[in-house]
């Protein structure tokens, strides 16, 4: 009789605790359907020939997991701010976003930032690069992005039709690994015309430092080869994240730089 007890018992112990399990599983599986925080995002498109038509698909990553992907249309139309919103699971403190373009005939997008926030934590995620169709980047609040003003002389001819490409090297000798062309991400249509004044944001990559040189590369694609030379007249360049975030040093060149020259070198 005993053994018949205890027998009921335990079968009663047991389903009560697959009941439970079920319960539970259910209750996270609806809190995942339906999220529970509401993420508010900003988009800034860096220059007139970074805009894109396409729509732009977030992922928002976190302490906590990541959130689904959302299209959030075309955001990245224009250099004014674009808005968008979703709600999602929690994904804790916000450490960066993955994002792609997909359905627009010009597909290429060059964000200046992209800022997230939700009721307990906001995060600006600066860019600094080129998202093309169908090949997702992530971004990281701890990734080096550089913030890079440049001024061209007040001289007869001092503009430039050709490329304007460059390359940092930070205070412990880490170079990035290809030149940046300014040229493909311009401000607006007078961007190294004389006496311009144009900023632009530039990946450098994960645990980049304070720049400490530069190298840049001018001329090349002159209108029927003719004003590809430059003279530039000064660079500041700002680290607006990473973690040698603030870092800041400016260069008064004031020189001509010739295409066909080659590399010219500055040091801080």
Known sequence: MKNKMMKRTLSLVLAVMTVLSVMVVSVGTASAATGDVNYNLEFKTAGSQGTTNGDVVITVHGTAGSTSAHNVGEVGDSQK???????????????????????????????????????TDTETIYCGRWVDDGKKVTMNVTDTVLKVQVVTGDVTYAGTN???????????????????????????????ERK?????????????GAVKSIEILSGGDGIFGFGADWYLYSITITNVSGFSQGASCTKVIDQWLEDGHGVYKFSF
């Open 81 to 119: 701010l674009q808005t968008a919103s979703f709600t999602d699971v929690n994904v804790g403190e916000i450490t960066g976003v993955t994002v792609d373009v997909i359905s627009g005939i010009n597909d290429g997008w060059y964000p200046e930032y992209i800022n997230v926030s939700t009721s």
């Open 196 to 208: 311009d004044d144009s900023t632009f944001y530039v990946y450098a990559g994960a645990d980049f």
């Open 162 to 192: 050709g490329d304007v490409k460059i390359r940092f090297k930070d205070t412990n000798n880490k170079q990035t690994t290809t030149f940046a062309n300014l040229s493909s991400i311009h401000p607006d249509s007078d961007a190294f």
